[in-house]
């Protein structure tokens, strides 16, 4: 997106591959986001105007009770890979720096969706506190470089947990994402494009700070998981007690699928002069899962005929 749209692009990872076939205006290089003197000189010949930082190694099957072990690697590219790569920013003239956050990290208690000025977490599950702390990190230092953090939702579309073949949508499917009893849990969700464009809309504006990337339409687990699993032709998922839950998945999986609360991306939408392709959730899906919606409105179709 960002070459087809004027751009000269450098990615950065540990390992490169070929995926972006002959593009002229793109270019990979491989060096690892913790080595401070493989980032400054990848940075030094890139010669930049802007660095957008995704820095992750979330590992595909997450698995909520070992949150803080398969977090570790991604925590250290939030923290020191954000350190070397500002650095790095610094010394070669840098003139913008956009960084990823979470959007679905507020604190539970409050009503409503939550816009930048509401706080994060403040007593977080054990398994998830190391990594709002590495965000929290990752946000002080990108402001304090004069950047943009984008809290983005929850991602769907290709190379997601949410695609097709993805790993939330592999457990939806066995039946293995539970409703809890007197869930409070609000979703934002975004799709990768849409999250994209809001980062393209952001290179070209110098807006600081916090903004949340998501789509217009917070929805509670109770509407979209369902709503999910009959797009898919799955099972209709358990309504399972708290106790329950929390013995398979842990705390941070029961505060997950309980707990979470929406966004509100009002100031995205203003500072960005963006808009979601897919303003929420279900016209998101459905794009997604074309199969199963078709075959749905097709027999629809057939029943009111008959």
Known sequence: MLAAHGHQVVGMARHTSAEVGSNPNVELVTADALDASAVASAVRR???DAIVNLLTAIPADLNPRRMIKEFQLTNRLRTEGTRNLLTAASANGVRRVLAEGLAYAYDPEGSGPADE????WRDPPRQFAPA?????????QTREAGGLVLRVGHLYGPGTAFAPDGYFVRQIKARRVPLIRESSATFS?????DAATAML???????????????DAPVPIADWLPGLAALLDAPPPRHLPRSVVRLAIGGWGLAFLSQLRGADNARARRALSWQPRYPSWRQGFEHEFPRHTAATAELTSVQRAS
Do not use: W
């Open 117 to 120: 000025d509401q706080p994060l």
């Open 201 to 215: 809309a952001a290179l070209d504006r110098d807006v600081i700070g916090v903004l949340n990337v998501v789509d």
């Open 189 to 193: 969700f975004i799709h990768v494009e």
């Open 46 to 48: 890139a010669a930049p």
């Open 132 to 140: 709002l702390k590495a965000l929290i990190e990752l946000e002080q």
